[in-house]
């Protein structure tokens, strides 16, 4: 039995909108980061100066390697910035810096979904490595192993509660990241209101791919209950 049509078609769409929201997301950052933050802090300063503000000292700021490569590691407590937002003085860089820095803030509060996605990741390591696989074989054999699809179907359920979870934990650290930068002084009305804009198409990201993941499980769940239904 070939691919599901429906689920190519929407796979398709999903990859489109995301390179789109992409592309979006690169623009912006592009334009903000030719922006001067009035402060003259870079990224490297306004990250050092978040953390000691929510009194945390047990985190690196260090820089990275890659554009947009920015994130936040628990297992070593560091605050990873690409060279741009690193040493970057522009409202781009303060944006991206001070996201990271939330969900450092997210760590020494022990937010409960951060801590819940991390309890995720072994799981997710596994399913993702696999689930690809499962799904096929359990797509060309549904005939005769429909179990097999049902066994990818929860792998794939696994990945899809992951990329849930993350929404939370992103717009969170973004609502931190705003909050500290308007009262910290950092940007001021149109440097916030950029900033703002920023870290909504960067949150857009994980929307769509939570979206995409929702969708095509729920496509996957109606061919295993079609199959299961003609062999009964």
């Excluded at 801590?115 to 997710?124: C, D, G, I, T």
Aim: glycine share 6%; with cysteine.
């Amino acid at each position: 039995m070939p691919l599901s049509p429906g689920v190519m078609l929407t796979s398709l769409i999903f990859v489109g909108i995301s390179m789109l929201i992409s592309w979006r997301l690169r623009s912006k950052f592009k334009q903000y980061s030719e922006v001067p933050l009035s402060s003259g802090l870079s990224g490297k300063e306004v990250a050092e100066r978040m953390l000691r503000d929510n009194g945390i000292y047990d985190v690196k700021v260090v820089s990275v390697e890659g554009h947009l490569s920015d994130h936040y590691n628990p297992a070593d407590k560091t605050v990873n910035l690409s060279p741009d937002v690193y040493d970057g003085t522009s409202v781009a860089a303060a944006a991206v810096a001070a996201h990271e820095c939330g969900h450092a803030v997210q760590h020494a509060n022990s937010y409960q979904w951060l801590n819940f996605r991390s309890k995720m990741v072994p799981a997710v390591q596994i399913s993702s490595n696999l689930v690809q696989w499962i799904l096929l074989a359990g797509i060309l054999l549904i005939k005769v192993f429909p179990a097999l699809l049902l066994g990818g179907i929860v792998l794939f359920a696994v990945t899809t509660l992951f990329a849930l979870v993350t929404l939370p934990v992103e717009f969170d650290a973004s609502k931190r990241a705003l909050v500290w930068l308007d009262s910290a002084g950092i940007t001021y009305k149109q440097e916030h209101a950029m900033a703002k804009d920023a870290l909504w198409w960067a949150a857009m990201t994980y929307v769509v791919a939570a979206v995409s993941s929702v969708v095509i499980l729920f496509q996957y769940i109606l061919i295993y209950l079609g199959a299961r239904n003609r062999n009964n």
